[in-house]
């Protein structure tokens, strides 16, 4: 299922929904969707609809970004979840091994 759809399923109106097709990361999808919806109203309250192998990460940077938020998971299909989550959990280790390094 597709985040957008899901947000709909659960009822919020399709005028609320902002996208970001701008990022290529989780971090920069939360920088991105926080910019964009506080441009359409100030202290907005998010809800972020992402694909379930996403979730822990996407969890997992909210306080670390100071953007608070609630999170909807989408559930993908089963077929690509074993890779999904392999994927996901190599690049949480690649991103918390990096977090200590500075550029």
Do not use: W
């Amino acid at each position: 299922m597709k985040p957008a759809q899901n947000i709909l399923e659960h009822g919020i109106p399709p005028e609320f929904i902002c996208r970001d097709d701008r990022s290529t990361t989780t971090k920069e999808n939360r920088l991105f969707g926080s910019r964009i919806a506080n441009e359409v109203r100030p202290k907005p309250r998010l809800l972020i609809s992402t694909i379930e192998y996403h979730t822990s990460r996407t969890a997992l940077l909210s306080p670390q970004l100071k953007i608070p938020a609630q999170v909807l998971v989408a559930k993908a299909a089963r077929y690509y979840l074993p890779a999904a989550l392999l994927r996901g959990f190599i690049g949480f280790q690649l991103y918390e091994s990096m977090r200590g390094i500075c550029f």
